[in-house]
């Protein structure tokens, strides 16, 4: 069975702090991994990898697919409170018709 | 541009009643639809998928169903809630998926 597994399922930091989330993946047919970021509703979109190796940064946050190890990692440095959030992963598959998600991290950054 | 509507934005509805979730998406034409369910404290699992009228795809066998009855409208449907149906519904949509998902702003649905 398909499925994406994110780690750890719950952080607490202090603001200032820098966090790595980490989502492994087993899906056939595979195309790219999604990160969105959940505050009180809908997810909003932070990056989309579909290459290995190459990182993508949208100003404090980065994140790097491996898909030899099947595993990607979303970086977030100097957080602040307003990083305070449910991370998503997600795996999209080849035919592009639907996306799977992990269970998510629930970020809490302390002031 | 594009905007996805999703209502009612919360729902308490006591069990053996129906249900009837909308969406509509506004500015595009043949999206791929989608319908998923989040538990509390959970990830999002994908209930339903649909890439055009009258086609659609069940990903979780369960009391729930869906129906496209327009190009641009996605409908969740239950004859008989159950409790286990609580959680939070959301609506998606993608005309092009390389470009990921854009979310509907949600359901809550309690059934008490």
Redesign the interface.
């Known amino acids: 069975e398909d499925k ?1 597994v ?1 780690s750890p399922l719950s952080l607490v930091v202090h603001e200032g702090d820098t966090v790595t989330l980490n989502c492994s993946y087993e899906v056939t047919n595979f195309r ?1 991994l ?1 990160w ?1 970021k959940q505050e009180k ?5 932070l990056f ?1 990898l579909t290459s290995s190796g190459i990182e993508k940064k949208s100003g404090r946050l980065s994140s790097i697919l491996d898909k030899k190890e099947l595993f990607s990692i979303l970086n977030i440095t100097a957080t602040q409170t307003g990083d305070s959030a449910i991370y ?1 992963c ?1 795996a ?1 598959y080849s035919s ?9 991290t ?1 970020l809490s950054i302390r002031p | 541009s594009q905007t996805i509507h999703q209502w009612p934005a919360t729902l308490v509805q006591p069990v053996g009643s129906p249900l009837s979730l909308e969406c509509t998406v506004e500015g595009t034409s043949n999206p ?1 639809l ?1 319908w ?1 369910r989040q538990a509390a ?6 209930l339903f ?1 649909s ?1 055009g009228i009258g086609q659609i ?1 069940s ?1 979780v066998p369960q009391n729930l169903s869906a129906s496209r009855p327009q190009d641009r409208q996605f409908i969740l449907s239950s004859k008989k809630l159950l409790l286990s149906d609580s959680g939070f519904y ?1 609506c998606a949509w993608s005309r ?11 359901t809550r649905l309690t059934v008490v």
């Not at chain 2, 092009?96 to 949600?106: E, I, K, P």
């Open positions: 994406v994110q790219s999604l969105y509703k809908a997810p909003t979109f989309m998503l997600a999209l592009a018709s639907k996306i799977i998600f992990g269970s998510g629930r | 791929n989608y998923y404290g959970r990830g999002l699992q994908l998928y890439v795809s990903e959301l092009q998926l390389r470009a990921g998902y854009t979310f509907g702003s949600g």
